[in-house]
T-cell receptor, first 113, second 114 residues
């Protein structure tokens, strides 16, 4: 079945550090890949998505590249801020699959001032 | 700007009681979802409705039953709650059932079963 793997449960950084969150996926077709962010006390919200292999998604300083060769969709940001502290979920959705999203376990980012 | 509204935000109850969560979306979307988020933050889909029709029904205990009166409303009833039902229940909507991945979530309804 479809799956999304995020190896890092927690990442702790200082402001202006570089962020890298690992995400790999497994599916039998060509999915759309997404990153969601969940701030404390809120529901998840879409951060960025990429529908086509080898394309890059960019939003609010975050970026992720859909790499079909390594089946990866890692999230990066050059310089994090304290306000980026949240839980980040990698996800996939297959076209025509009734819109069901498959989420990774999430990575909690804590940015210290 | 919140467009998916859930009530109540918190509910504490005892094993065996019945609980209902309500959800309304003002986005004009055709499809709505219930997701369960456990204490480890794992997000799993429970149900999905498209224009009041059930389209996704994951392996969920029978004590859970969704109800949709129109495409803007999707409620969740839990008959006789169990301790493992303690979680945050998240309602979401998408433009249509094809759903390219853009879900709009509510703030969640946190259930604590004593």
């Amino acid at each position: 079945g479809d799956s999304v793997t995020q190896k890092q449960g927690q990442v702790t950084l200082s402001e202006d550090d570089f962020l890298f969150i690992n995400c790999t996926y497994s599916t039998t077709t060509y999915p759309t890949l997404l990153w969601y962010v969940q701030y404390l006390g809120q529901g998840p919200q879409l951060l960025l998505k990429v529908t086509t292999a080898n394309n890059k998604g960019i939003s609010r300083g975050f970026e992720a590249t859909y790499d079909k060769g390594t089946t990866s969709f890692h999230l990066q940001k050059a310089s994090v801020q304290e306000s980026d502290s949240a839980v980040y979920f990698c996800a996939l959705v297959r076209a025509g699959n009734t819109g069901k999203l498959i989420f990774g376990l999430g990575t909690t980012l804590q940015v210290q001032p | 700007e919140t467009a998916v509204f859930q009530t109540p935000n918190y509910h504490v109850t005892q094993v065996g009681n019945e609980v209902s969560f309500n959800c309304k979306q003002t986005l004009g979307h055709d499809t709505m979802y219930w997701y369960k988020q456990d204490s480890k933050k794992l997000l799993k889909i429970m149900f999905s409705y498209n224009n009041k029709q059930l389209i996704v029904n994951e392996t969920v205990p029978r004590r859970f039953s969704p109800q949709s009166s129109d495409k803007a409303h999707l409620n969740l009833r839990i008959k006789s709650v169990e301790p493992e039902d303690s979680a945050v229940y998240l309602c979401a909507s998408s433009l249509d059932r094809a759903n390219t991945g853009q879900l709009y979530f509510g703030e969640g309804s946190k259930l604590t079963v004593l």
